[in-house]
């Protein structure tokens, strides 16, 4: 039976979607092509009828979880964003979270297409971000410090035991220090 172009399009989405949040729970070592596609819902016979290789996917899947990073960003009150992003639950939901948190690591040693879709994915983030700080240069660099810190609060906690106090220590200084550099500078009448 012949599949339709717009039922390819729709099980590639699906297989995108599927190792996005795969790969954020696992790592890209941490799921082999057959499991990922018995988890879409197709046979390991099917992945080369969609995607050149894994590192093809792991890109594609990164542009989509990235994406999905930048627009929950773009116009959230950056607060409550902050106070979300550092919660136990985010911490404890990799493959629900963000991508950065959970994979900056592992694309770090992936082939320079992947990593250069995480440099454009950052990019929108920082955009997505918008941060205040004077010139230009001085609100990119409070928006990367912000980005970087929280990033790097998750990656820590999640370094540490489920139950470890340690866990729960970082996440709460590293957001009361972001939110306090969200804040307005107090005025002196």
Do not use: W
Not at 4 to 33: C, P, W
Not at 86 to 92: E, G, I, T
Not at 127 to 135: K, M, R, V
Not at 180 to 185: E, F, M, R, V
């Amino acid at each position: 039976m012949k599949v339709s172009k717009a039922q390819v399009q729709a099980n590639r989405a699906h297989i995108v979607e599927t190792a996005s949040r795969l790969f954020r729970e696992r790592g890209y070592d941490g799921i082999g092509i057959a499991d990922l596609m018995a988890a879409a819902g197709f046979t390991h016979g099917g992945f080369y009828k969609h995607f050149g290789s894994k590192a093809d996917l792991m890109a594609e899947a990164a542009v989509y979880g990235l994406e999905q990073s930048a627009a929950q960003t773009a116009g959230a009150d950056l607060s409550e964003f902050v106070g979300q992003y550092l919660s136990r639950s985010h911490r404890d939901e990799p493959g629900e979270g963000c991508t950065m948190a959970a994979l900056c690591g592992d694309a770090s040693r992936q082939p320079d297409f992947v990593r250069e879709t995480f440099a454009a994915g950052i990019e929108r983030q920082l955009a997505a971000t918008e941060l205040d700080g004077g010139s230009a240069a001085e609100a990119r660099a409070k928006s990367i410090n912000t980005i970087a810190h929280a990033v790097g609060a998750i990656v820590l906690s999640r370094a540490c035991p489920d139950d470890s106090p340690l866990a729960q220590e970082i996440l709460d200084v590293c957001r009361a220090r972001i939110l306090a550099t969200l804040a307005p500078p107090a005025t002196s009448e």
